[in-house]
T-cell receptor, first 115, second 112 residues
Framework: DAGVTQSPTHLIKTRGQQVTLRCSPKSGHDTVSWYQQALGQGPQFIFQYYEEEERQRGNFPDRFSGHQFPNYSSELNVNALLLGDSALYLC????FGTGGNTEAFFGQGTRLTVV | SQQGEEDPQALSIQEGENATMNCSYKTSINNLQWYRQNSGRGLVHLILIRSNEREKHSGRLRVTLDTSKKSSSLLITASRAADTASYFCATDAMNRDDKIIFGKGTRLHILP
């Protein structure tokens, strides 16, 4: 049983470019949440997807968008990249409605470097 | 925005000693969780404590929760080199909006 998988593991992009990160949730999970973690900081909630819709959003600009597919996998897109977007991007999967009642399973993250 | 705030930000102890980390949060919660992160990798769930619980144990881990003070502590007993990592508390919200919010973490370093 595969856990949460994220791709790619590392990525280098130039300012102004666009990037797409991918996440496959743990088997049996239907909800994907995305987090941004800057160096030395805690993960910051970006948004959450369930039933192919964005259900909640953190304090991130519209440059950050996402998508969820019928197989529950998800993409995170960031447009017009800024140097400050350099971070570890984490995907977490869970079952909708359980909220903080059960553990979230995290992928190993995608390390994005913007130069 | 951060909901929880861990204290201390960094902690170095000798192997075999106990390590205590604290977390304070701002709003009422249903549950509080602790996670570990090794060197910029994914987060690993350690323990979940519900708002109606005061203490919980899992192996060498002991977590307490004081909802009146909006605080929690994580105690790791008989620390090992492999415990070197960052530790985060994460809370949900009473409105059950399904997201969990992390603090800034405590960086624990176990000295040989």
């Amino acid at each position: 049983d595969a856990g949460v998988t994220q791709s790619p593991t590392h990525l280098i992009k130039t300012r102004g470019q666009q990037v797409t990160l991918r996440c496959s949730p743990k088997s049996g999970h239907d909800t994907v949440s995305w987090y941004q973690q800057a160096l030395g900081q805690g993960p910051q909630f970006i948004f959450q997807y369930y039933e192919e819709e964005e259900r909640q959003r953190g304090n991130f600009p519209d440059r950050f968008s996402g998508h969820q597919f019928p197989n529950y996998s998800s993409e995170l897109n960031v447009n017009a990249l800024l140097l400050g977007d350099s971070a570890l991007y984490l995907c977490a999967s869970s079952t909708f409605g359980t909220g903080g009642n059960t553990e979230a399973f995290f992928g190993q993250g995608t390390r994005l470097t913007v130069v | 925005s951060q909901q929880g705030e861990e204290d201390p930000q960094a902690l170095s102890i000798q192997e075999g000693e106990n390590a205590t980390m604290n977390c304070s949060y701002k709003t009422s919660i249903n549950n509080l969780q602790w996670y570990r992160q090794n060197s910029g990798r994914g987060l690993v769930h350690l323990i979940l404590i519900r708002s109606n619980e005061r203490e919980k144990h899992s192996g060498r881990l002991r977590v307490t929760l004081d909802t009146s003070k909006k605080s929690s502590s994580l105690l790791i007993t008989a620390s090992r080199a492999a415990d070197t990592a960052s530790y985060f508390c994460a809370t949900d919200a009473m409105n059950r909006d399904d997201k969990i919010i992390f603090g800034k973490g405590t960086r624990l370093h176990i000295l040989p």
